[in-house]
């Protein structure tokens, strides 16, 4: 699907289209940039010179609008995956020429009209012209209302002048200051954030990479790359500065395409194998070629995506409920998915081989039998690794598998019979915070993290298991923390640095830890940034299991491919917009039963989010 979603993959070429001019053959236009090796065509719909004023009053209102052939030069999947309708650039909807406001009225839901009864996956809208950009909204949301599929891409020149450096080109800032995240911004808050609003960026020289990383955020669907914006090299090839280099390549990991636009600017040296193949096919070789070429050796040369980040693909930005292990009995697919997660699996492996040979030393390996507890035993999985680490240390394990889920429980009794752990493991179907246990555990081995660390069933229910460890006992995790960082999407390395926020020890005998806790965190937005808009916070966790061990994901020690855990995000209800070098002031309340309430209270107070846990709680 040219128009879909960017697979990285060495044999998926299916990533770059081209800006065209007008014209009226769409047939050859086609064939001539699809033969010539582009996988969709951004092609204006209408003859740029049409005005309907102009139609109505010379043809008493029998004008046809000119569009570019008629539906049936293409057929429907030819239009739907190969173009990309590009309205009319004359029209600006908050002209004060009155004429020009209307007609720009009638023309954009002409076209759009059109490009809905062609089936086209998406439209490029022209940049907005002015500082005001109120009419153009209402009317883009309007259409918004009655769209099914079709995307709009809003075009947006990526720029942002420095404080300093005034630029008396803006259209969109007072004092002469250009940064046009403020009109995208603009636009679509008065489109309401609207879903199928989405933006093509124009991309020539680059702003600061803070500023940059702000579009990381937003759903940039297309990077518009401009003949001019490459150099020459040094066999007179075109090429990009490295910057733009980076840049295509962060582009091409959050899934947007590239398009190439303009006139070649390039003339190849005479007796290049590229002007020597001037035909292919008995077709002309495309003029543009050599840009694609560049642009298809970038997205070659990445890495593949990794296995990981393959399998999470189709998760990104989904927003996902977190699971309620206590409250709800897991289903089979779950303890797959958590089952498949080998890294996690040898992390534990590697905590409970450390710690059986502390407890144990090599002389009395084969007398002393350690008790180890595994509480929240879902099918197995850490059951096993703990046999596994036994069997590498040559420790003798006696193990307590407890399970609250009565369906897991199944799953355990046929393992152990399978796997002829009749000896060695005990299975006990209860809830971990009732059960009494027969003897008191060395070690015991929990899993209750949430992607916060605390937000699922940790520390509440390990707590609650810690009845049954020896005084001197070892409890694999025993220490996390939990760490913030202000978002604006999922995938973004944003600028400020992570916050460490709670942090909980296991066994835990003082009665002065409470779960209840309070942190206030304060974030400075650097002062080339320019704006943003905080939609909400990204929490990770970090976990040591024991001594150097650890498991986390929070993203500079995440646990490498581990997938179990995605962060958590806490919303903001409305987002609040951050001016440069302005402090972000977040606070965040652990309740009962890891309850969570938060707000925002600089640069300007949110409401209490989740007051007394009325939307979202752990069922404990
Ligand atoms: C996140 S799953 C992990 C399962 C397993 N350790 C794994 O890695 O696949 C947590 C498990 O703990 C169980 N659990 C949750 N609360 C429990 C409790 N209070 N007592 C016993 N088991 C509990 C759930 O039923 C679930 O099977």
């Given at each position: 699907?040219?128009?879909?979603?960017?697979?990285?993959?060495?044999?998926?070429?299916?990533?770059?289209?081209?800006?065209?001019?007008?014209?009226?053959?769409?047939?050859?236009?086609?064939?001539?940039?699809?033969?010539?090796?582009?996988?969709?065509?951004?092609?204006?719909?209408?003859?740029?010179?049409?005005?309907?004023?102009?139609?109505?009053?010379?043809?008493?209102?029998?004008?046809?609008?000119?569009?570019?052939?008629?539906?049936?030069?293409?057929?429907?999947?030819?239009?739907?995956?190969?173009?990309?309708?590009?309205?009319?650039?004359?029209?600006?909807?908050?002209?004060?020429?009155?004429?020009?406001?209307?007609?720009?009225?009638?023309?954009?839901?002409?076209?759009?009209?059109?490009?809905?009864?062609?089936?086209?996956?998406?439209?490029?809208?022209?940049?907005?012209?002015?500082?005001?950009?109120?009419?153009?909204?209402?009317?883009?949301?309007?259409?918004?209302?009655?769209?099914?599929?079709?995307?709009?891409?809003?075009?947006?020149?990526?720029?942002?002048?420095?404080?300093?450096?005034?630029?008396?080109?803006?259209?969109?800032?007072?004092?002469?200051?250009?940064?046009?995240?403020?009109?995208?911004?603009?636009?679509?808050?008065?489109?309401?954030?609207?879903?199928?609003?989405?933006?093509?960026?124009?991309?020539?020289?680059?702003?600061?990479?803070?500023?940059?990383?702000?579009?990381?955020?937003?759903?940039?669907?297309?990077?518009?790359?401009?003949?001019?914006?490459?150099?020459?090299?040094?066999?007179?090839?075109?090429?990009?500065?490295?910057?733009?280099?980076?840049?295509?390549?962060?582009?091409?990991?959050?899934?947007?395409?590239?398009?190439?636009?303009?006139?070649?600017?390039?003339?190849?040296?005479?007796?290049?194998?590229?002007?020597?193949?001037?035909?292919?096919?008995?077709?002309?070789?495309?003029?543009?070629?050599?840009?694609?070429?560049?642009?298809?050796?970038?997205?070659?040369?990445?890495?593949?995506?990794?296995?990981?980040?393959?399998?999470?693909?189709?998760?990104?930005?989904?927003?996902?409920?977190?699971?309620?292990?206590?409250?709800?009995?897991?289903?089979?697919?779950?303890?797959?998915?958590?089952?498949?997660?080998?890294?996690?699996?040898?992390?534990?492996?590697?905590?409970?081989?450390?710690?059986?040979?502390?407890?144990?030393?090599?002389?009395?390996?084969?007398?002393?039998?350690?008790?180890?507890?595994?509480?929240?035993?879902?099918?197995?999985?850490?059951?096993?690794?703990?046999?596994?680490?036994?069997?590498?240390?040559?420790?003798?394990?006696?193990?307590?598998?407890?399970?609250?889920?009565?369906?897991?429980?199944?799953?355990?009794?046929?393992?152990?019979?399978?796997?002829?752990?009749?000896?060695?493991?005990?299975?006990?179907?209860?809830?971990?915070?009732?059960?009494?246990?027969?003897?008191?555990?060395?070690?015991?081995?929990?899993?209750?993290?949430?992607?916060f660390?605390?937000?699922?069933?940790?520390?509440?229910?390990?707590?609650?298991?810690?009845?049954?460890?020896?005084?001197?006992?070892?409890?694999?995790?025993?220490?996390?923390?939990k760490?913030h960082?202000?978002?604006?999407?999922?995938?973004?390395?944003?600028?400020?640095?992570?916050?460490?926020v709670f942090?909980?020890?296991?066994?835990?005998?003082?009665?002065?830890?409470?779960?209840?806790q309070y942190m206030k965190l304060?974030?400075?937005?650097?002062?080339?940034?320019?704006?943003?808009?905080?939609?909400?916070f990204?929490g990770?966790?970090?976990?040591?299991?024991?001594?150097?061990?650890?498991?986390?994901?929070?993203?500079?020690?995440?646990?490498?491919?581990?997938?179990?855990?995605?962060?958590?995000?806490f919303?903001?209800?409305?987002?609040?917009?951050?001016?440069?070098?302005?402090?972000?002031?977040f606070h965040i309340w652990r309740?009962?039963?890891?309850?969570k309430e938060w707000c925002?209270?600089?640069?300007?107070?949110?409401?209490?989010h989740?007051?007394?846990?009325?939307?979202?709680?752990?069922?404990?």
């Amino acid at each position: 699907m040219p128009l879909g979603e960017v697979v990285r993959d060495k044999s998926d070429s299916r990533y770059c289209g081209v800006e065209t001019e007008f014209n009226d053959d769409m047939p050859q236009l086609l064939a001539l940039n699809i033969n010539g090796g582009f996988d969709f065509v951004v092609s204006p719909l209408m003859d740029p010179s049409y005005r309907p004023s102009l139609i109505v009053a010379g043809n008493n209102g029998a004008g046809v609008p000119p569009f570019a052939g008629s539906d049936l030069v293409l057929s429907p999947s030819q239009w739907s995956s190969h173009v990309v309708g590009k309205i009319s650039s004359w029209i600006d909807l908050d002209s004060e020429d009155e004429i020009l406001r209307k007609d720009s009225e009638i023309a954009l839901k002409e076209e759009i009209a059109w490009a809905s009864h062609l089936s086209l996956q998406a439209c490029l809208l022209p940049t907005p012209k002015g500082a005001s950009c109120a009419n153009y909204a209402r009317y883009v949301n309007q259409i918004l209302q009655n769209l099914t599929n079709m995307q709009l891409w809003l075009r947006i020149p990526l720029e942002k002048s420095d404080n300093d450096a005034m630029n008396g080109n803006s259209d969109h800032l007072s004092g002469g200051q250009v940064d046009s995240w403020e009109t995208w911004n603009s636009f679509r808050l008065l489109c309401e954030h609207h879903s199928q609003l989405s933006i093509a960026l124009d991309v020539f020289s680059l702003p600061s990479s803070n500023s940059i990383g702000r579009w990381f955020g937003e759903s940039v669907r297309a990077a518009i790359i401009h003949t001019s914006s490459f150099l020459t090299n040094a066999r007179g090839y075109p090429c990009l500065s490295k910057r733009h280099q980076k840049l295509l390549s962060v582009f091409f990991n959050h899934s947007i395409q590239a398009v190439v636009s303009g006139k070649p600017e390039h003339s190849l040296p005479t007796g290049s194998s590229e002007l020597a193949v001037n035909h292919i096919d008995g077709l002309q070789r495309h003029p543009l070629r050599p840009y694609l070429d560049y642009v298809a050796y970038l997205y070659q040369r990445m890495d593949p995506l990794p296995e990981q980040e393959r399998f999470e693909l189709g998760y990104r930005d989904f927003l996902q409920s977190p699971l309620q292990p206590l409250m709800d009995n897991l289903e089979a697919q779950t303890y797959e998915t958590f089952e498949k997660d080998s890294a996690k699996y040898i992390q534990y492996q590697r905590a409970v081989s450390k710690a059986l040979m502390d407890r144990v030393p090599d002389e009395e390996a084969s007398m002393i039998i350690t008790v180890l507890m595994v509480v929240g035993a879902g099918r197995g999985p850490l059951v096993r690794a703990s046999l596994q680490a036994a069997e590498e240390t040559g420790r003798k394990l006696r193990v307590y598998a407890v399970e609250k889920n009565p369906n897991a429980i199944v799953t355990l009794h046929s393992l152990v019979k399978l796997e002829g752990w009749e000896n060695m493991v005990t299975i006990v179907s209860c809830d971990m915070r009732c059960w009494d246990a027969p003897e008191k555990a060395d070690i015991l081995v929990s899993e209750l993290l949430g992607s916060f660390g605390d937000n699922e069933l940790s520390p509440e229910c390990v707590d609650g298991a810690q009845r049954f460890v020896k005084p001197d006992g070892i409890s694999i995790l025993s220490l996390y923390v939990k760490s913030h960082k202000d978002l604006v999407h999922f995938e973004t390395t944003y600028v400020v640095k992570l916050h460490r926020v709670f942090m909980f020890t296991h066994p835990e005998y003082s009665i002065t830890r409470s779960n209840q806790q309070y942190m206030k965190l304060q974030f400075k937005m650097p002062n080339d940034t320019g704006s943003t808009l905080v939609h909400g916070f990204a929490g990770y966790f970090d976990a040591t299991l024991y001594k150097d061990v650890h498991l986390g994901i929070e993203p500079s020690t995440a646990t490498p491919n581990m997938f179990s855990w995605f962060p958590i995000f806490f919303p903001l209800r409305t987002p609040v917009q951050v001016p440069p070098s302005s402090p972000l002031e977040f606070h965040i309340w652990r309740c009962c039963g890891s309850t969570k309430e938060w707000c925002v209270t600089s640069p300007s107070s949110s409401p209490i989010h989740n007051s007394n846990g009325r939307s979202y709680w752990v069922g404990l």
